[in-house]
T-cell receptor, first 115, second 110 residues
Framework: DTAVSQTPKYLVTQMGNDKSIKCEQN?????MYWYKQDSKKFLKIMFS???????INETVPNRFSPKSPDKAHLNLHINSLELGDSAVYFC??????????????FGSGTRLTVV | RKEVEQDPGPFNVPEGATVAFNCTYS??????FFWYRQDCRKEPKLLMS???SGNEDGRFTAQLNRASQYISLLIRDSKLSDSATYLC???????????FGGGTRLMVKP
């Protein structure tokens, strides 16, 4: 019954590795997002997809590559992980492009620790 | 200047107190405004939308002042369970993306 689910919940990995985070929503929403919350707790948009199409790509290193196989899934692949990538990554979805007054529904987050 | 600015707090208040948070935003073209709540090590959850005329949901009242570009949240009769970080959220510059403030931490004490 989880509306927006992310896996894994925790991820500990060494520098230089490649890892993926998966996100799925069963709300029928058209738009999905990846946000990063750093140690100072600021939430920053990374990517937005509307019905599988990339809409927003903020200033994010090329090592981060989102993939949306269908509008219910938005995965995040990270190459050559660095210490500074340690953060909590949240997936979110909304009914259509833009908040439309309903805001976003967030997944429970993936806590990534790079050692 | 940050797009959405909040006092990080913490605000330490006793149970039953009334507490108010403000936030300012820089994009005068913003159309949608929200307050989210985030508990420790959890995801943000929508608390309430903020409408131009102001709106109330139980003990929570939100106000929007477009001329001054600030948003407020008033919590009456604080409960221990209100302890959390409150995030002021505005739709941003590009494609109606939501931009989050840094949050205001509230701690309600017995």
């Amino acid at each position: 019954d989880t509306a927006v689910s992310q896996t894994p919940k925790y991820l500990v990995t060494q520098m230089g590795n490649d890892k993926s985070i998966k996100c799925e929503q069963n709300l029928g929403h058209d738009t999905m997002y990846w946000y990063k919350q750093d140690s100072k707790k600021f939430l920053k948009i990374m990517f937005s997809y509307n019905n599988k199409e990339l809409i927003i790509n903020e200033t994010v290193p090329n090592r981060f590559s989102p993939k949306s196989p269908d509008k219910a899934h938005l995965n995040l692949h990270i190459n050559s992980l660095e210490l500074g990538d340690s953060a909590v990554y949240f997936c979110a979805s909304s009914p259509r492009r833009g908040p439309t007054g309903y805001g976003y529904t967030f997944g429970s987050g993936t806590r990534l620790t790079v050692v | 200047r940050k797009e959405v600015e909040q006092d990080p707090g913490p605000f330490n208040v006793p149970e039953g107190a009334t507490v108010a948070f403000n936030c300012t935003y820089s994009n005068s073209a913003s159309q949608s405004f929200f307050w989210y709540r985030q508990d420790c090590r959890k995801e943000p959850k929508l608390l309430m939308s903020v409408y131009s005329s102001g709106n109330e949901d139980g003990r929570f009242t939100a106000q929007l002042n477009r001329a001054s570009q600030y948003i407020s949240l008033l919590i009456r009769d604080s409960k221990l369970s209100d302890s959390a970080t409150y995030l002021c959220v505005v739709n941003g510059n590009a494609g109606n993306m939501l931009t989050f403030g840094g949050g205001t931490r509230l701690m309600v004490k017995p």
